[in-house]
């Protein structure tokens, strides 16, 4: 990054967002759960309340949150569209997975393996798809989930 300020943001971020990863173990067992669940105040939030649209961000936050938490707990039904046996039914799931984050999705997120950096939004994967060309769309779930942890960090934490 070039612009410093940016960098020390991203940075801060990183501190921020890197225990929601450490569910996982290191050898392999892990998973995530619905307490790793967080809301994440954007920019829009805030000019929701500054113009008073005080509804809109109480139905969004809950919205946003119970989303979030659909898309912590273990489930993987979605997987069940993506490896449906009529071709319509699987094309309409993975439609739909480039507009809303759906479990496995944001599972591969929480992973070790090459989608690690992908779908980072847990509401609307048209930011992943659209704005960052991070969504990635798997039919199986993830083999091994957890932040692999430095040697310090193990003895840390």
Request: glycine share 8%; net charge positive; charged share 15%.
């Amino acid at each position: 990054m070039t612009w410093k300020p940016l960098f020390y943001l991203q940075q801060l971020f990183k501190i921020g967002h890197r225990p929601h990863h450490f569910s996982g173990t290191n050898d392999g067992k892990g998973e995530i759960s619905v307490t790793q669940t967080f809301v994440e105040y954007s920019l829009f939030w805030f000019i929701c309340l500054y113009l008073g649209l005080t509804e809109i961000f109480l139905f969004g936050t809950a919205f946003k949150g119970l989303w979030a938490a659909h898309n912590h707990v273990n489930w993987n039904y979605d997987l069940f569209f993506l490896n449906h046996r009529w071709v319509w039914v699987r094309k309409t799931i993975y439609g739909l997975c480039h507009v809303l984050t759906f479990p496995t999705q944001h599972h591969h997120h929480h992973a070790r393996g090459k989608n690690s950096a992908k779908n980072m939004c847990n509401l609307l994967s048209i930011y992943d798809w659209l704005v960052s060309g991070t969504l990635a769309i798997e039919s199986s779930r993830p083999n091994q989930y957890g932040w692999k942890q430095s040697p310090q960090e193990e003895h840390n934490i």
